[in-house]
C-alpha cells in the first residue's frame, strides 16, 4: 500500500552551515489492511517522514508511493486529489473550532465537493462508526480529549481513503482514554480494512495495536519487521524498549540472571524456565521482568535469582551448565555481575 | 451652572434640528458606517494578501509582500490630521470637492484600511499552523482554506479588530471637521469651541462617549455568538 524507495529528505541549514539530513535512504514497504507503527525519538525523522507522504514536503531524492501513485511527482490538483486517498489524524486532533462535530467530520467531503445529502449521509454513518452519537452538534470545546479525538478520526476516515495516517494519536491522552481510542483503531482495521500508519514514540501503542514496528533512528530505519519478530529478537534495538526489564531488588543472596525469551521452540514461558533450573538442582525465583503476549506468543525479559536446596546460591558448574543449556535453545541468557 | 435636565432638553440650541446635535450624529454615523464597509471590502483581502504573502517560497511575492508592507507601515504612521489635508487635491479630484462628508470619507477610508488590514492579519496569525496543516493534507486549496478555515477560525478576533477600527474612525470624523465633513467634532469646534458655547461641547462629547460605548458592546456581543473556542477562566 505504501512504498517508500530510497526516500532522502535534506533540509538546508537556515545559518547556511551544514545541511540536516532528515531522512536519509529510507526503504519500507507496507502492506495493506495491518496497523503498522513508526516509532523513534523526537528528531528521528518521523514527522519529515509524514509530510513526505502526503506531499507537504518534497523528497530531496527518492519515491514516495501510496496506493501505486507517486506523491512526490504530483503537483497542484493532481497532489489535492492524491491526498484524499490518505486521512490523517494528529495527536491534537486540529479540528477546527468554528465547527460543530458534524461538521469537522464532514469537511474532507467539503472540500471534494460531495453534495450536501450525501455528505450528511456519510457522517451519519461515521459518527455512528465512532461512537459520538449524540454529540454530533457540539462544538469541539463541549467535547473531552478523548471525544475530540474520535470527531479527528471520524474526519479522517469521511473521505474513504486508503491509508489512515495517525501522528502520534494519544500522546495527549490519559491512559483509558489511550485504550478506548487504540480500540477504536483496532476495530476500524478490523471492520473497514483499512491500512493504518501509527507514528508515535510510545511503545504501550505499538504492542497494543501494531502488526508491525519500524524503528526510525537518526533519518534511517534500524529496525524493521512483524511486532512478535521484533519483541523476540534479543539483539534488537527495539526489544528491550518493548519489553523493558524493569529494576530489579537489590541485596539478593543468590546468583542473578537475565533471560530474555520469545523466539525458542523449547522455552515458551518463564515456567519453562524454572523448570530447567531444578533439573540443575537450583530453585528459580523470578525477581523481576516484563512479559507480553504478542499474537498468542509470550515474550518476556526476567530476571531470576538461582539458589541451592540449602538456600546458598548455586556452584559456578551449574550455573555456567544452565546458561549455556538456554542459549542453545535461543534464549538470551547472562548473569547479573553486582 | 450645569443646570437641571429639563433647562438641557428645552434648550433652543440643543433640540433644534439642523445644524444641532442630533443631526450632527447622524452625519457622523454616516461617515462611519460608510467608511467602514469599505474599510471591511478592502481591508480584509489586504488583511489576508499580507498574511498569505508573508513567507511565499516565491521571492517576487516576497517582494510584493515588503512593498505592500511599507506602504501600509507608511499610511499609518501619518497623523490623520495631516493625511486628510495631504489628500485635499486627490479627494476634490475624486468627489469634485474638498470639504464634506463624502470627501471626508475617502481620507478616512485611506486611514482606516491600513490600520485595519494589519489587524485582520494579526488575527489570522493567531490561528494554530496546525489547523490550517490538517485541512490542507485534507486536499484543500489556498481558497478553500482561506474561505473555509482562516476567516470562519478567525472571525471572533476579525469583529474584534472591525469594532476597535470603527472607535478610531469614530475619532478622525472628529478631525475630518478641520476639512468641513460636518458631524459632531465640527459642530464641537465650530459652535462649542470658536462659538463659545459650552453646552455644545458636553453634549457632543456626551453623543460620541454613548456612540463608541454602544459600538464596544454591539462588537463584544457579535464576538462572543461566534466564539466557539473554549473560555478559559
Redesign the interface.
Same mark, same amino acid.
Given at each position: 500500500m505504501i512504498t517508500l524507495d530510497g526516500l532522502s529528505k535534506v533540509f538546508p541549514a537556515p545559518g547556511g552551515g551544514d545541511p540536516v539530513v532528515a531522512l536519509d535512504g529510507i526503504d519500507l514497504h507496507l502492506e495493506p489492511g495491518r496497523v503498522h507503527g513508526i516509532v523513534g525519538r523526537s528528531g528521528a525523522g518521523k514527522s519529515t517522514l509524514i509530510r513526505c507522504l502526503?506531499g507537504?514536503e518534497k523528497p530531496s531524492t527518492g519515491r514516495v508511493e501510496v496506493d501505486g501513485t507517486d506523491v512526490a511527482a504530483l503537483d497542484g490538483a493532481a497532489l489535492?486529489?492524491?491526498?484524499?486517498n490518505?486521512g490523517?489524524v494528529?495527536q491534537?486532533a486540529?479540528?477546527?473550532?468554528?465547527?460543530t462535530a458534524a461538521q469537522n467530520i464532514a469537511?474532507?467531503l467539503?472540500?471534494?465537493g460531495v453534495p450536501r445529502a450525501q455528505r450528511q449521509q456519510r457522517v451519519a454513518e461515521l459518527v455512528e462508526l465512532v461512537g459520538l452519537t449524540g454529540r454530533e452538534d457540539n462544538?469541539?470545546?463541549q467535547l473531552s480529549g478523548g471525544q475530540i479525538q474520535r470527531v479527528g478520526i471520524a474526519r479522517g476516515l469521511a473521505?474513504e481513503p486508503k491509508v489512515l495516517l495517525c501522528d502520534e494519536p494519544t500522546s495527549a491522552l490519559d491512559g483509558s482514554t489511550t485504550r478506548q481510542i487504540l480500540g477504536l483503531i483496532a476495530d476500524l482495521r478490523e471492520r473497514l480494512g483499512i491500512t493504518v500508519v501509527i507514528i508515535t514514540h510510545e511503545m504501550g501503542v505499538v504492542r497494543e495495536v501494531c502488526d508491525t514496528v519500524t524503528l526510525l533512528q537518526d533519518g534511517t530505519i534500524t529496525q524493521s519487521g512483524d511486532l512478535l519478530d521484533v519483541a523476540a529478537d534479543p539483539h534488537g534495538p527495539l526489544s528491550a524498549e518493548l519489553i523493558p526489564l524493569p529494576p530489579a531488588p537489590t541485596g539478593i543472596e543468590a546468583l542473578v540472571v537475565n533471560c530474555d525469551y520469545g523466539n525458542s521452540e523449547r522455552f515458551r514461558t518463564t515456567d519453562d524456565l524454572i523448570r530447567l533450573a531444578e533439573t540443575y538442582e537450583a530453585e528459580a525465583t523470578l525477581v523481576a521482568g516484563t512479559i507480553e503476549t504478542i499474537g498468542g506468543c509470550q515474550v518476556g525479559r526476567v530476571q531470576l535469582a538461582l539458589r541451592n536446596r540449602s538456600g546458598q546460591p548455586i556452584s559456578r558448574e551449574g550455573l555456567t551448565a544452565f546458561l549455556t543449556e538456554l542459549e542453545a535453545a535461543g534464549v538470551v541468557a547472562t548473569e547479573v555481575t553486582a | 451652572m450645569i443646570g437641571t435636565l429639563q433647562e438641557w432638553l428645552s434648550n433652543p440650541l440643543l433640540v433644534r434640528w439642523e445644524g444641532g446635535p442630533w443631526e450632527a450624529t447622524l452625519v457622523t454615523l454616516y461617515m462611519t458606517v460608510v467608511t467602514m464597509a469599505l474599510t471591511v471590502v478592502l481591508g480584509l483581502p489586504l488583511g489576508v494578501a499580507l498574511y498569505e504573502t508573508d513567507d511565499s517560497a516565491s521571492p517576487l511575492v516576497r517582494k510584493l509582500n515588503q512593498v505592500t508592507g511599507f506602504v501600509v507601515n507608511v499610511l499609518r504612521s501619518f497623523p490623520f490630521f495631516i493625511l486628510i489635508i495631504a489628500l485635499i487635491p486627490i479627494t476634490s479630484a475624486i468627489t469634485g470637492r474638498s470639504t464634506g462628508p463624502n470627501a471626508a470619507m475617502i481620507a478616512l477610508t485611506i486611514a482606516a484600511v491600513p490600520f485595519a488590514a494589519r489587524l485582520f492579519e494579526l488575527n489570522l496569525r493567531e490561528i494554530?499552523a496546525?489547523?490550517i496543516?490538517?485541512?490542507?493534507?485534507?486536499?484543500?486549496?489556498r481558497w478553500?482554506v482561506i474561505r473555509?478555515?482562516l476567516i470562519?477560525?478567525a472571525?471572533p478576533g476579525l469583529i474584534g479588530s472591525i469594532t476597535t477600527t470603527t472607535i478610531a474612525v469614530i475619532g478622525y470624523t472628529a478631525m475630518a471637521g478641520s476639512v468641513n465633513a460636518g458631524g459632531l467634532g465640527q459642530l464641537a469646534y465650530n459652535r462649542g469651541y470658536t462659538g463659545y458655547q459650552t453646552e455644545m461641547i458636553v453634549v457632543t462629547v456626551v453623543l460620541l462617549i454613548a456612540i463608541v460605548i454602544l459600538v464596544q458592546l454591539i462588537g463584544d456581543r457579535l464576538s462572543r455568538a461566534?466564539d466557539? #473556542?473554549? #473560555?478559559t477562566a
Amino acid at each position: 500500500m505504501i512504498t517508500l524507495d530510497g526516500l532522502s529528505k535534506v533540509f538546508p541549514a537556515p545559518g547556511g552551515g551544514d545541511p540536516v539530513v532528515a531522512l536519509d535512504g529510507i526503504d519500507l514497504h507496507l502492506e495493506p489492511g495491518r496497523v503498522h507503527g513508526i516509532v523513534g525519538r523526537s528528531g528521528a525523522g518521523k514527522s519529515t517522514l509524514i509530510r513526505c507522504l502526503t506531499g507537504l514536503e518534497k523528497p530531496s531524492t527518492g519515491r514516495v508511493e501510496v496506493d501505486g501513485t507517486d506523491v512526490a511527482a504530483l503537483d497542484g490538483a493532481a497532489l489535492r486529489a492524491a491526498r484524499r486517498n490518505i486521512g490523517m489524524v494528529f495527536q491534537h486532533a486540529n479540528l477546527l473550532d468554528s465547527r460543530t462535530a458534524a461538521q469537522n467530520i464532514a469537511h474532507p467531503l467539503e472540500i471534494a465537493g460531495v453534495p450536501r445529502a450525501q455528505r450528511q449521509q456519510r457522517v451519519a454513518e461515521l459518527v455512528e462508526l465512532v461512537g459520538l452519537t449524540g454529540r454530533e452538534d457540539n462544538y469541539p470545546a463541549q467535547l473531552s480529549g478523548g471525544q475530540i479525538q474520535r470527531v479527528g478520526i471520524a474526519r479522517g476516515l469521511a473521505a474513504e481513503p486508503k491509508v489512515l495516517l495517525c501522528d502520534e494519536p494519544t500522546s495527549a491522552l490519559d491512559g483509558s482514554t489511550t485504550r478506548q481510542i487504540l480500540g477504536l483503531i483496532a476495530d476500524l482495521r478490523e471492520r473497514l480494512g483499512i491500512t493504518v500508519v501509527i507514528i508515535t514514540h510510545e511503545m504501550g501503542v505499538v504492542r497494543e495495536v501494531c502488526d508491525t514496528v519500524t524503528l526510525l533512528q537518526d533519518g534511517t530505519i534500524t529496525q524493521s519487521g512483524d511486532l512478535l519478530d521484533v519483541a523476540a529478537d534479543p539483539h534488537g534495538p527495539l526489544s528491550a524498549e518493548l519489553i523493558p526489564l524493569p529494576p530489579a531488588p537489590t541485596g539478593i543472596e543468590a546468583l542473578v540472571v537475565n533471560c530474555d525469551y520469545g523466539n525458542s521452540e523449547r522455552f515458551r514461558t518463564t515456567d519453562d524456565l524454572i523448570r530447567l533450573a531444578e533439573t540443575y538442582e537450583a530453585e528459580a525465583t523470578l525477581v523481576a521482568g516484563t512479559i507480553e503476549t504478542i499474537g498468542g506468543c509470550q515474550v518476556g525479559r526476567v530476571q531470576l535469582a538461582l539458589r541451592n536446596r540449602s538456600g546458598q546460591p548455586i556452584s559456578r558448574e551449574g550455573l555456567t551448565a544452565f546458561l549455556t543449556e538456554l542459549e542453545a535453545a535461543g534464549v538470551v541468557a547472562t548473569e547479573v555481575t553486582a | 451652572m450645569i443646570g437641571t435636565l429639563q433647562e438641557w432638553l428645552s434648550n433652543p440650541l440643543l433640540v433644534r434640528w439642523e445644524g444641532g446635535p442630533w443631526e450632527a450624529t447622524l452625519v457622523t454615523l454616516y461617515m462611519t458606517v460608510v467608511t467602514m464597509a469599505l474599510t471591511v471590502v478592502l481591508g480584509l483581502p489586504l488583511g489576508v494578501a499580507l498574511y498569505e504573502t508573508d513567507d511565499s517560497a516565491s521571492p517576487l511575492v516576497r517582494k510584493l509582500n515588503q512593498v505592500t508592507g511599507f506602504v501600509v507601515n507608511v499610511l499609518r504612521s501619518f497623523p490623520f490630521f495631516i493625511l486628510i489635508i495631504a489628500l485635499i487635491p486627490i479627494t476634490s479630484a475624486i468627489t469634485g470637492r474638498s470639504t464634506g462628508p463624502n470627501a471626508a470619507m475617502i481620507a478616512l477610508t485611506i486611514a482606516a484600511v491600513p490600520f485595519a488590514a494589519r489587524l485582520f492579519e494579526l488575527n489570522l496569525r493567531e490561528i494554530p499552523a496546525g489547523k490550517i496543516e490538517a485541512v490542507r493534507m485534507m486536499g484543500a486549496s489556498r481558497w478553500q482554506v482561506i474561505r473555509q478555515v482562516l476567516i470562519p477560525e478567525a472571525l471572533p478576533g476579525l469583529i474584534g479588530s472591525i469594532t476597535t477600527t470603527t472607535i478610531a474612525v469614530i475619532g478622525y470624523t472628529a478631525m475630518a471637521g478641520s476639512v468641513n465633513a460636518g458631524g459632531l467634532g465640527q459642530l464641537a469646534y465650530n459652535r462649542g469651541y470658536t462659538g463659545y458655547q459650552t453646552e455644545m461641547i458636553v453634549v457632543t462629547v456626551v453623543l460620541l462617549i454613548a456612540i463608541v460605548i454602544l459600538v464596544q458592546l454591539i462588537g463584544d456581543r457579535l464576538s462572543r455568538a461566534v466564539d466557539h #473556542r473554549a #473560555r478559559t477562566a
